[in-house]
């Protein structure tokens, strides 16, 4: 029976949250958009001028429904919100467990001229646990900065930066365990 591994505290940003979540989600509604856009302005030269304004509802008013659905639908779903929460995970034989964490804000004396305590975290309480059995996980995808194992039921998943763990060793293990976890092995991943 081999022990868990456990990452250190974090969560993602939200410009590596929103990364994934286009590159999981995003790319009909983007593609959509631009065929769209690309006809409107062929049109507007081609045949007549008044297609230009049809382009440019497309960029002023298509595009930003498209990202707000992607948002909406897919960022603010329960099995992918919580990646930009603080949070701990863990990999055990058969199940990723998630604990999501809340900071214990109190006041600290810091300031040495003023003398006035200053609001930090100064600890961090368990909150709720999420726990996704092998059952649930797609193939996982690495990048540049982690790795982003994709949740069966289409809108979730769960990533990892490469700054959860303390040296490259543990990474290393992390994404061998997730590999046979998901029942794929690491040679049956997808670059991004």
Not at 35 to 58: E, G, S, T, W
Not at 113 to 139: A, N, Q
Request: aromatic share 10%; with cysteine; charged share 20%.
């Amino acid at each position: 029976m081999t022990e868990p591994l456990e990452t250190d505290r974090f969560r993602l940003g939200t410009s590596q949250f929103f990364t994934r979540l286009v590159y999981l989600h995003g790319t009909l509604p983007i593609a959509t958009v631009l065929v769209l856009l690309l006809v409107a302005v062929v049109l507007a030269f081609a045949l007549d001028y008044r297609f230009a304004i049809v382009a440019l509802m497309v960029v002023f008013l298509i595009a930003p429904l498209a990202m707000a659905w992607l948002y909406l639908n897919c960022g603010f779903h329960a099995d992918a919100s919580f990646n930009v929460s603080w949070h701990t995970l863990s990999v055990g034989p058969d199940a990723i467990e998630i604990t999501l964490l809340k900071p214990i804000y109190g006041k600290v004396e810091e300031d040495e001229e003023e003398h006035e305590p200053v609001e930090r975290i100064v600890g961090w309480s368990k909150g709720k646990t999420l726990r996704y059995d092998s059952g649930m996980l797609r193939p996982y995808l690495t990048g540049g900065d982690g790795i982003t194992v994709p949740l069966s039921g289409g809108k979730g998943f769960i990533a990892v930066p490469r700054s959860a763990f303390g040296d490259d060793e543990s990474y290393k293990n992390f994404v061998d365990r997730i590999g046979a976890l998901c029942l794929s092995g690491p040679e049956a991943t997808v670059e991004l």
